[in-house]
């Protein structure tokens, strides 16, 4: 009996010792900041967990990710692949993509992630800036650039399967590895460290374009150090762990979904599901229904969208206004919350948002029901982090605490709001733009402080807000401070208004909406021309009307015009103000 309890006691205890082995993180035994060593010990804490996976395709476990990184670092090498070489990466999410970026920094290479919706000639340009030497892409991506100049490119990896392409493009034949091949390869890196051994936490790890290049080139170049601190500060505020489930919807060559949706989930041993398509909503609810996961990172604008379109119109019935004033108020509230997490998935704690600013409105109620959102604020520039919270911490308009080791100063602030500049200093602040030194010196100081255009003050418990981008401030008539981007949010707030962008236009604040036409089928279908016409300058100046009802006088729109079309975005979801200002 003793012996059976003694057995029992040595059971329980290796068990606990297990649950302390899975409760390690990664980033808090990592001895050098660099992406390598991340990974390396994360695999060693959890080999056996589900890593990567496709929605209704494969899962690999992170003992075999870090197999396949192996095997496809050594394919780089076979091509000649030394370090600091460049390497370009398009194509839409999946295990393979991530695959591809780490191969490239395992050996020291340059990764330069390029979004998968650039146009062609923009995706040439980046080629050719970047100097990059080889190009991860999928054969969808292949065919849309075929006929583009690909600069320097000598070899071309397809995503779909590491195969050789077999496109009508002139590429030089990948270095096929047959089974044995691939062990041998594999033994040799895990005996004598082939890969990750020679990266330094000052090395380049990535470059990083916020746009197609033009004759003014913004590659954001982002050390193995500036990553690597980042996914530890987003440690710090965020309490992730290896039981989650992230479903990712947004694209892996941003920033934000790289550090926030990959490294650091990566980093604790949490499983992550990729679309394998574009993010709409019904494949959105329908890979949550599967994955049911436990965290997303998102934009507000996937919020934004879901209560325009199914909320909001609920909200303004007679009958649903009736009951939000009777004593049922809690319990419909209630309802929608428990309806709006079983849309993804059921079990949803926490969904991240950055990128762009929440709608006030919006924000009010989905803090008044209770839904688990949190925000944050950064950029490309600092990889990207600067402030975030957990969900229990929210405050509404804030974009969160400030990390660790990040400082902020507001630069001539305002003397009543306090609003100013912010600028930025701290270890995961970009290296500069690649070959763009005058940008650099522009926006990076001497000492290190990075000037990010964005207007916002903090407040005493060192959360900060955002107020606007400095360049799209206008100037009142009596030196008022004029933020377009509040007065959107107030336009977006109508039901018949999807989204909208306002701006200054001989010295009078004027703006363009993009009206939501299948609220508005039955006012226009069925008459003509002349009739629509008069029919939207009615709503046209209802809605401008009943927007400036809520804006200060200085403020107040003078002219709004239908723009017949979703806005072109990037792809963060912001309107790209420069198309419609003009």
Request: hydrophobic share 40%.
């Amino acid at each position: 009996m003793l012996s059976n309890l003694i057995s029992k006691f040595h059971l329980f205890e290796k068990q606990i010792i297990h649950f302390k082995i899975l409760k390690m993180d990664a980033w808090k035994r990592i001895d050098k900041r660099v992406v390598p060593k991340l990974i390396e010990t994360t695999v060693k804490l959890h080999p056996d967990r589900n890593a990567l996976s496709i929605f209704g395709g494969e899962t690999i476990t992170y003992r075999e990710l870090h197999r396949r990184i192996t095997e496809i670092s050594g394919i780089l090498r076979e091509k000649g692949v030394v370090k600091g070489d460049k390497i370009a990466l398009i194509g839409e999410n999946s295990p393979n993509w991530v695959i591809a970026y780490l191969s490239t920094v395992f050996l020291g290479g340059v990764i330069v992630p390029i979004l998968a919706d650039f146009h062609p000639e923009d995706v040439s340009n980046i080629l050719k800036h970047s100097e990059s030497i080889g190009l991860f892409a999928t054969r969808a991506q292949l065919m849309r650039l075929s006929g583009y100049d690909f600069g320097n490119v000598r070899f071309i990896i397809t995503l779909d399967n590491f195969e050789p392409d077999d496109s009508e493009l002139e590429v030089s034949p990948i270095f096929k590895l047959y089974d044995k091949a691939k062990e041998a390869i594999y033994d040799l890196a895990e005996k004598v460290g082939l890969y990750g051994k020679c990266v330094e936490e000052d090395d380049l790890a990535a470059i990083i374009y916020t746009s197609g290049t033009t004759g003014n080139s913004k590659g954001v170049m982002l050390t193995h150090k500036n990553i690597v601190t980042n996914v530890i500060q987003v440690a710090k505020i965020f309490d992730m762990n290896q039981n989650d489930r992230l479903l990712s919807i947004l694209p892996l060559a941003h920033a934000y979904e790289f550090t926030l949706g990959l490294l650091y989930p990566l980093s604790v041993g949490a499983h992550i599901t990729y679309l394998g398509k574009k993010p709409v909503p019904r494949l959105i609810q329908k890979a949550a229904e599967s994955v049911k996961p436990t965290v997303i990172a998102s934009v507000p604008m996937i919020l934004e969208k879901i209560y325009k379109m199914k909320i909001q119109p609920l909200l303004e019935t007679k009958k649903m206004k009736i009951l939000l004033k009777s004593p049922l108020r809690k319990v419909i509230l209630n309802k929608i919350r428990k309806n709006l997490i079983d849309f993804f998935g059921g079990e949803l704690r926490a969904m991240t948002l950055g990128g762009a600013p929440f709608s006030e409105d919006i924000e009010d109620f989905y803090y008044k029901i209770k839904f688990p959102y949190a925000t944050g604020y950064g950029l490309t520039e600092t990889a990207p982090l600067i402030s975030g919270s957990l969900v229990k911490e929210t405050k509404k308009r804030a974009s969160g605490r400030i990390v660790e080791w990040v400082e902020v100063k507001i630069k001539d602030p305002e003397p009543e709001t306090g609003i100013g500049e912010i600028y930025v200093r701290g270890p995961n602040v970009m290296k500069g733009y690649y070959k763009n030194m005058e940008l650099t010196r522009e926006v990076l100081s001497e000492d290190g402080w990075f000037k990010t255009g964005d207007l916002g003050y903090v407040d005493e418990d060192n959360f900060i807000y955002i107020k606007g981008r400095s360049k799209n401030m206008i100037l009142g008539p009596s030196g008022e401070n004029i933020f377009p981007e509040i007065i959107e949010e107030k336009l977006n707030m109508h039901v018949y208004v999807l989204e909208s962008i306002v701006y200054e236009k001989d010295g009078k604040i004027v703006g363009k909406v993009y009206l939501n036409y299948d609220l508005l089928k039955d006012k226009l279908e069925g008459h003509s021309e002349e009739n629509r016409e008069r029919i939207v300058k009615e709503i046209l100046r209802d809605i401008r009307e009943k927007t400036n009802e809520r804006l200060p006088r200085y403020s107040q729109i003078y002219e709004l015009y239908e723009h017949p079309e979703p806005f072109e975005k990037t792809p963060t979801n912001k309107i790209k103000r420069y198309l419609y200002t003009g």
